[in-house]
């Protein structure tokens, strides 16, 4: 059974017990990434969770690593545009280590000028290894196509220009910024107790004051087209249109046919493309939301010199799935959806994630099986409708390798 208890300075402590485990997973997930960032400073919330591994609570970066190792344990981090998170997996007895290591990396980062022009070498040699994948360039592509000149349209991991431009005095400013308890979720899985928790949470966060934040700027949908021209065999599509928001009313809906467009060997667009006509060895599609846009996408990887033909099939298939979607294909991403999340959690880690991201979401805890009751609820109409409203949207397109046609 998830509990919830909420520290006077508003940081939020969830746990789901899990008692025929050995082990916890513990993490702390602040509500900021790259959409917080202003332009001149983007990438600044993936360098700072970079950073806070150097040195920390007067541990140099070798020392965390030793801590949370000599007991077997394991401590990470991640970004992305709306969320940070910093987690630790651990044997049961090791949760107080746990939380104190995460309590010192937020919180008593040492952020050294020398160690800072190290770690921006090493973010570089990141953002130039995800530039050298075309199937992880593309998104990046299509994310500034779809939200030109918005902070949403920006890379998590920022520029060259930008990274080398962040100072320490950015990093402090962005902790004191971004990192208030009231923007907090600490969360645990595993063999525990839900009052542990909360006693370690207030000796490691208690103390910290509580302060309003800016919110980010909307996300608006625009569309446009990114092309890169690159030599090769093999080019990479991806093209998108507006999708619901995490809590609009048709936002299942829109992964339901996400799911029936793009998602397992039995779906449309892998059946047509891969299955009856070979353009493809890789093609998805899914509905990607966020707290106030979505959107949803196709990606698909194909030959240079059939990289429209593959645009247009695609484009083909998903005008006739919100048009026959069948109610067998229906149940069919139903069934998908329910398992993926039952999978998921499974493991203490998956059981963590989802407890945060409900109370991100939706400010409260929310039990698996009510999802289910939320999935099954979905009728045909409402996939399809969901489909073609999205259809109807502007689009966003990005291509790395091939030529990619003119907008009509």
């Not at 983007?42 to 007991?71: C, T």
């Not at 619901?244 to 397992?264: H, K, M, Q």
Request: a negative charge; proline letters at 3%; one cysteine or more.
């Amino acid at each position: 059974m998830m509990e919830l208890t909420t520290l006077a300075n508003g940081l939020r402590v969830a746990t789901r017990p899990m008692q025929s485990v050995e082990t916890v997973a513990v993490g702390l997930y602040a509500e900021t990434g790259s959409r917080h960032e202003s332009a001149r400073l983007n990438g600044v919330a993936h360098l700072f969770e970079h950073m806070v591994f150097k040195g920390a609570g007067g541990r140099s970066a070798r020392q965390i690593s030793e801590a949370v190792e000599d007991v077997g344990g394991d401590l990470n981090a991640s970004t992305d545009r709306e969320l940070t998170a910093f987690y630790a997996s651990l044997l049961a007895p090791d949760l107080p280590l746990g939380v104190g290591l995460i309590a010192d990396l937020v919180r008593r980062p040492h952020f050294e000028a020398k160690h800072l022009e190290l770690e921006k070498k090493v973010v570089i040699q990141e953002l130039w290894e995800a530039r050298d994948i075309g199937g992880d360039l593309v998104f990046d592509h299509l994310q500034e196509a779809a939200f030109p000149g918005q902070a949403m349209g920006r890379s998590v991991l920022g520029n060259e220009a930008s990274v080398e431009g962040v100072e320490v005095d950015d990093l402090h400013a962005w902790l004191a910024d971004h990192y208030a308890p009231n923007r907090l979720i600490l969360v645990a899985a595993g063999k525990l107790e839900h009052a542990r928790l909360v006693d370690l949470a207030a000796a490691a966060f208690g103390d910290m004051g509580a302060h309003a934040a800016a919110p980010p700027e909307p996300g608006l949908f625009a569309g446009g087209r990114r092309a890169e021209r690159r030599k090769g065999s093999q080019a990479h599509l991806a093209f998108a249109m507006p999708a619901p928001a995490w809590n609009d009313a048709d936002a299942n809906a829109a992964v339901l046919f996400a799911d029936v467009a793009g998602t397992g060997a039995s779906s449309r667009l892998f059946q047509a493309l891969r299955e009856d006509q070979g353009l493809a060895y890789t093609v998805s599609a899914a509905a990607q939301s966020y707290s106030d846009c979505g959107m949803f996408w196709v990606y698909l990887a194909c030959a240079s010199d059939q990289l429209n033909w593959a645009h247009a099939e695609a484009e083909r298939v998903l005008a006739d799935a919100a048009a026959r979607i069948t109610p067998a294909e229906l149940d069919r991403a139903r069934a998908l959806a329910k398992a993926g999340m039952m999978m998921s959690l499974e493991s203490c880690w998956g059981q963590a994630s989802y407890v945060a991201t409900r109370l991100l979401r939706e400010g409260r805890l929310v039990e698996p099986a009510e999802i289910v009751v939320r999935l099954d609820a979905v009728t045909l109409d409402e996939v399809r409708a969901a489909g073609n409203r999205m259809l109807a949207g502007p689009r966003a397109v990005a291509s790395v390798g091939g030529k990619l046609a003119k907008a009509a």
